[in-house]
């Protein structure tokens, strides 16, 4: 009925298009051969997502990309401030964070250690952002680190032929606010051309103290002749975030609330609660790219580009009692002490990608690869001790380790049209990997020894991915595709299991899928199975720099079908919808009775963080610049281990190990107008949480396990409270209002 309204009392307005100069065809042309050669093509034979810029843009008001890219599919994210500001994540089909690829112009964006992608160290990059695409499964061959859940490559902003400046502001809910403002030359002389932007995003955050500052900018500038472009591109962030990872029980919220946020906790000389100020993170990126791009011939073309990223930071921490040996500390008044202590990362990165491309009308080939280097170091002060005889050294260190990485990779892909409507698929990637971490860490054993890491691998990878798409008609399309991935361990996963001989992961991923397209409806479905080797995974717990913990397990799979559809009976009205059914299981997951010493294996057990169900649903409206849509997402409930255990028994309560399902909704409202001497106006308000959901998005958890007196094993908690469960409490219903000037 709502379809039919829409279509039967209004007609839709056009979308405008943009004027192209005459004189800027051989630009526009120019910058469409960027470095695509990671991207996944029309004919591809693998599941993704295309986000436009016009679809980032209905949305960027102050959050950042994973709840920008929450309604795509297989997709859950998270945010530890509780409204999208500050610290995000985001998981696709249940891989976590340290396993999506990310990509920005083909250039590897994920930190080489970790793997993961800090958002908060590049707040609003989007507004630079011309497209997002989501690779889910293995995706093509790309350059950085290993996709075991999805790649997800940003195609920044071409450069405008026209001159143009913007604002675009943003306020609403907890002190939240976006600033941004953008501007263009346009063509110079036919051949440059320039744009920059400055941000500003700042929150009070929805959990208590968990603010954010963040400061950024971007700035491009390009010569265009008849073949060749050479694009210069920079852009920085800084942020100042306050922590709230730590996150709180469910007896803490009960009894302060569900904003309560324990990080900075301490009692202070009179007996009553205090919180550190300082108990923040501090982190400054600047990335420096540079382009050349140049046509060779009709069929040919040439892509290049080499890159830096500079980046330092550290975060002070507030620590009660603690034992003063582990930070090479002693003191006649005693063995512990309340102190402040200060971590610190110091970054370099560097290398070059590299694509040649062939195209005519029956085959799409490219040849491409990539090197960089990593070096960094890492250490740790202590800045104050609460009871401590003599002097403390200012520059007190207790730990330094350094470490190198140089990762190189070299690919070749071609999608060959073998008879009319039939295309293979065939993509073979080598990677290279030498990783040396030496220095003490922060961490002792039992005999009070500084444990200190010396690791030097390397990692040989062969990755080969093949596939066939097949166009029935012009409505209909099948494809299935198998590809095959490889992982080296990150810097936290030798850390957290020091004592241990890590394995490098392998995952075989198995694909296929249907697509109808008409002119009023289009639906598909996708079928994966991803069987892992040794993958590392979530155990649910966090480490002291509150980064989740996880561990090789021998055998594991995620399987599932990704459904979607889109219908749209007239311009003015569209509705979207997608769903995800999966089963996500550790084989023999083997488990440390803690009465009893011995190893136990549990069976197959849910993966923690891995709903089984997802569904997301969009309604759309647009008339005469009337703009409103209705965003809704359903996800499943999760387990936080990998013990398949729902609880632990504490005295006579049961606590859960479980994140509950949640669905919410977000509701879009904007009108666009011009204005004299304007382009145009569009204002707006975004309420995010419509009917003020309480739930919880993320969390970690530990359940201590013993045999019963039938040899049952129980989850339980003991006197030393090791069992444990805490959540990420996200906010109820909050607004942004927005406002966008064009001129």
């Given at each position: 009925?709502?379809?039919?309204?829409?279509?039967?009392?209004?007609?839709?307005?056009?979308?405008?298009?943009?004027?192209?100069?005459?004189?800027?065809?051989?630009?526009?042309?120019?910058?469409?051969?960027?470095?695509?050669?990671?991207?996944?093509?029309?004919?591809?034979?693998?599941?993704?997502?295309?986000?436009?810029?016009?679809?980032?843009?209905?949305?960027?008001?102050?959050?950042?990309?994973?709840?920008?890219?929450?309604?795509?599919?297989?997709?859950?994210?998270?945010?530890?401030?509780?409204?999208?500001?500050?610290?995000?994540?985001?998981?696709?089909?249940?891989?976590?964070?340290?396993?999506?690829?990310?990509?920005?112009?083909?250039?590897?964006?994920?930190?080489?250690?970790?793997?993961?992608?800090?958002?908060?160290?590049?707040?609003?990059?989007?507004?630079?952002?011309?497209?997002?695409?989501?690779?889910?499964?293995?995706?093509?061959?790309?350059?950085?680190?290993?996709?075991?859940?999805?790649?997800?490559?940003?195609?920044?902003?071409?450069?405008?032929?026209?001159?143009?400046?913007?604002?675009?502001?943003?306020?609403?809910?907890?002190?939240?606010?976006?600033?941004?403002?953008?501007?263009?030359?346009?063509?110079?002389?036919?051949?440059?051309?320039?744009?920059?932007?400055?941000?500003?995003?700042?929150?009070?955050?929805?959990?208590?103290?968990?603010?954010?500052?963040?400061?950024?900018?971007?700035?491009?500038?390009?010569?265009?002749?008849?073949?060749?472009?050479?694009?210069?591109?920079?852009?920085?962030?800084?942020?100042?975030?306050?922590?709230?990872?730590?996150?709180?029980?469910?007896?803490?919220?009960?009894?302060?609330?569900?904003?309560?946020?324990?990080?900075?906790?301490?009692?202070?000389?009179?007996?009553?609660?205090?919180?550190?100020?300082?108990?923040?993170?501090?982190?400054?990126?600047?990335?420096?790219?540079?382009?050349?791009?140049?046509?060779?011939?009709?069929?040919?073309?040439?892509?290049?580009?080499?890159?830096?990223?500079?980046?330092?930071?550290?975060?002070?921490?507030?620590?009660?009692?603690?034992?003063?040996?582990?930070?090479?500390?002693?003191?006649?008044?005693?063995?512990?002490?309340?102190?402040?202590?200060?971590?610190?990362?110091?970054?370099?990165?560097?290398?070059?990608?590299?694509?040649?491309?062939?195209?005519?009308?029956?085959?799409?080939?490219?040849?491409?690869?990539?090197?960089?280097?990593?070096?960094?170091?890492?250490?740790?002060?202590?800045?104050?001790?609460k009871n401590f005889s003599g002097s403390l050294?200012?520059?007190?260190?207790?730990?330094?380790?350094?470490?190198?990485?140089?990762?190189?990779?070299?690919?070749?892909?071609?999608?060959?049209?073998?008879?009319?409507?039939?295309?293979?698929?065939?993509?073979?990637?080598?990677?290279?990997?030498?990783?040396?971490?030496?220095?003490?860490?922060?961490?002792?054993?039992?005999?009070?020894?500084?444990?200190?890491?010396?690791?030097?691998?390397?990692?040989?990878?062969?990755?080969?991915?093949?596939?066939?798409?097949?166009?029935?008609?012009?409505?209909?399309?099948?494809?299935?595709?198998?590809?095959?991935?490889?992982?080296?361990?990150?810097?936290?996963?030798?850390?957290?299991?020091?004592?241990?001989?890590?394995?490098?992961?392998?995952?075989?991923?198995?694909e296929a899928g249907y697509k109808y397209a008409?002119?009023?409806?289009?639906?598909?479905?996708?079928?994966?199975?991803?069987?892992?080797?040794?993958?590392?995974?979530?155990?649910?717990?966090?480490?002291?720099?509150?980064?989740?913990?996880?561990?090789?397990?021998?055998?594991?799979?995620?399987?599932?079908?990704?459904?979607?559809?889109?219908?749209?009976?007239?311009?003015?009205?569209?509705?979207?919808?997608?769903?995800?059914?999966?089963?996500?299981?550790?084989?023999?997951?083997?488990?440390?009775?803690?009465?009893?010493?011995?190893?136990?294996?549990?069976?197959?057990?849910?993966?923690?963080?891995?709903?089984?169900?997802?569904?997301?649903?969009?309604?759309?409206?647009?008339?005469?610049?009337?703009?409103?849509?209705?965003?809704?997402?359903?996800?499943?409930?999760?387990?936080?281990?990998?013990?398949?255990?729902?609880?632990?028994?504490?005295?006579?309560?049961?606590?859960?190990?479980?994140?509950?399902?949640?669905?919410?909704?977000?509701?879009?409202?904007?009108?666009?107008?011009?204005?004299?001497?304007?382009?145009?106006?569009?204002?707006?308000?975004?309420?995010?949480?419509?009917?003020?959901?309480?739930?919880?998005s993320n969390g970690s958890a530990n359940a201590?396990?013993?045999?019963?007196?039938?040899?049952?094993?129980?989850?339980?908690?003991?006197?030393?409270?090791?069992?444990?469960?805490?959540?990420?409490?996200?906010?109820?219903?909050?607004?942004?209002?927005?406002?966008?000037?064009?001129?």
């Open positions: 009925m709502l379809a039919a309204f829409a279509c039967s009392a209004m007609t839709f307005a056009q979308h405008r298009t943009a004027e192209a100069l005459p004189d800027s065809t051989s630009m526009v042309h120019l910058q469409e051969v960027q470095v695509v050669s990671t991207r996944v093509g029309e004919k591809t034979p693998m599941a993704y997502e295309n986000v436009s810029k016009d679809q980032i843009q209905k949305q960027n008001f102050g959050q950042d990309v994973p709840s920008l890219l929450s309604l795509t599919p297989s997709v859950v994210t998270s945010s530890d401030a509780g409204n999208g500001i500050g610290y995000t994540y985001i998981h696709v089909r249940g891989t976590d964070p340290s396993r999506i690829n990310v990509t920005v112009n083909g250039i590897p964006i994920n930190d080489p250690e970790s793997s993961q992608l800090y958002w908060v160290d590049m707040p609003d990059l989007v507004s630079n952002t011309d497209n997002i695409q989501v690779q889910r499964g293995v995706g093509t061959s790309t350059n950085g680190a290993g996709a075991f859940g999805a790649t997800i490559n940003m195609q920044t902003d071409e450069l405008s032929n026209k001159a143009f400046g913007s604002f675009d502001g943003s306020a609403g809910s907890y002190g939240s606010h976006k600033e941004t403002f953008k501007f263009g030359t346009g063509l110079l002389n036919d051949h440059w051309a320039f744009e920059g932007r400055l941000s500003n995003i700042g929150s009070d955050g929805y959990i208590k103290r968990a603010f954010s500052k963040l400061d950024s900018y971007f700035l491009q500038g390009g010569y265009f002749g008849d073949k060749t472009v050479v694009k210069f591109i920079t852009f920085n962030g800084n942020e100042r975030t306050y922590f709230a990872w730590d996150y709180a029980t469910k007896a803490q919220m009960e009894q302060y609330g569900r904003r309560y946020n324990p990080s900075g906790e301490y009692t202070d000389d009179n007996g009553k609660t205090a919180y550190y100020k300082n108990q923040t993170d501090n982190y400054h990126q600047q990335h420096y790219q540079l382009f050349w791009n140049q046509i060779l011939s009709q069929y040919f073309n040439l892509n290049v580009a080499l890159y830096y990223t500079r980046d330092f930071g550290y975060y002070q921490e507030y620590k009660p009692d603690q034992k003063l040996y582990k930070y090479l500390l002693t003191s006649t008044i005693g063995s512990g002490s309340d102190l402040i202590n200060e971590k610190l990362e110091d970054h370099n990165f560097y290398g070059t990608v590299f694509s040649l491309n062939y195209k005519n009308n029956r085959l799409n080939s490219s040849l491409g690869g990539g090197w960089n280097d990593f070096d960094g170091d890492h250490y740790g002060q202590v800045l104050w001790v050294d200012p520059d007190h260190e207790y730990y330094r380790n350094s470490a190198d990485k140089k990762d190189g990779n070299v690919y070749a892909k071609v999608n060959y049209e073998l008879i009319k409507g039939l295309n293979a698929y065939a993509d073979m990637q080598y990677r290279r990997v030498d990783y040396k971490i030496t220095g003490p860490t922060d961490k002792f054993d039992n005999n009070k020894n500084q444990l200190s890491l010396n690791v030097h691998n390397h990692f040989n990878f062969f990755n080969p991915k093949a596939g066939l798409y097949w166009t029935v008609n012009p409505n209909n399309t099948v494809y299935a595709s198998f590809a095959v991935a490889h992982k080296e361990p990150t810097r936290d996963n030798y850390e957290d299991n020091i004592d241990d001989q890590l394995k490098a992961e392998q995952l075989n991923d198995w008409s002119r009023m409806f289009s639906a598909g479905a996708n079928f994966y199975y991803m069987h892992y080797n040794d993958q590392f995974v979530l155990t649910g717990q966090q480490n002291a720099l509150g980064d989740m913990i996880s561990k090789n397990v021998g055998k594991s799979y995620r399987e599932g079908v990704e459904l979607s559809a889109a219908f749209q009976p007239c311009k003015a009205f569209r509705w979207d919808a997608n769903a995800t059914f999966s089963r996500n299981r550790a084989k023999d997951w083997m488990v440390t009775l803690d009465n009893t010493g011995k190893n136990v294996d549990l069976g197959d057990t849910p993966l923690s963080f891995s709903p089984d169900v997802i569904f997301k649903n969009i309604f759309s409206y647009n008339y005469k610049g009337f703009e409103a849509s209705l965003q809704s997402q359903y996800i499943g409930k999760q387990y936080m281990t990998n013990t398949g255990f729902k609880s632990y028994v504490d005295g006579s309560n049961n606590v859960s190990l479980m994140l509950d399902s949640y669905f919410v909704s977000n509701l879009n409202l904007a009108y666009t107008f011009k204005l004299r001497h304007m382009k145009s106006v569009t204002a707006g308000v975004t309420f995010y949480n419509l009917f003020s959901e309480k739930y919880e201590q396990l013993e045999s019963d007196s039938n040899g049952k094993v129980i989850a339980y908690q003991d006197a030393d409270g090791d069992s444990y469960s805490a959540y990420s409490a996200q906010a109820p219903v909050n607004f942004m209002a927005h406002l966008s000037l064009n001129f």
